[in-house]
């Protein structure tokens, strides 16, 4: 699955899509952000409602492609500033984390390298 899939199929609200082609090939949900570099892969998708730009950080860091903001929470002018320089993607939906995880995981399994 692309990045820029993310809204055609689920239809989250694209805040910021750095490289839309670029392949998502896992995914991880957590609010807690050292579990997140310690755990997420490569290529992934964060699923969270942690918007602020220390998960920008993280995701960069660990090689995170794409954050998906559940919950419809607001996302901060500063997370978007530094998704730009990072080069990550920021979705927001209203849907909840496990809603969400749900969606991702039966796409990325049914289509991805671990399906």
Known sequence: MKVSELSGKFGFEAI???DGDAALVDGYASDLLSDVMAKAADDSALVTIQAH???????????????VICNERPVPDDMIEAAKAEAVSIFRTPKTQFEVSGLLYGELRATGPRG
């Open 53 to 67: 730009k220390n998960t920008i950080a993280v995701a960069s860091l660990v090689g995170i492609r794409a954050v």
């Open 16 to 18: 910021y899509q750095a």
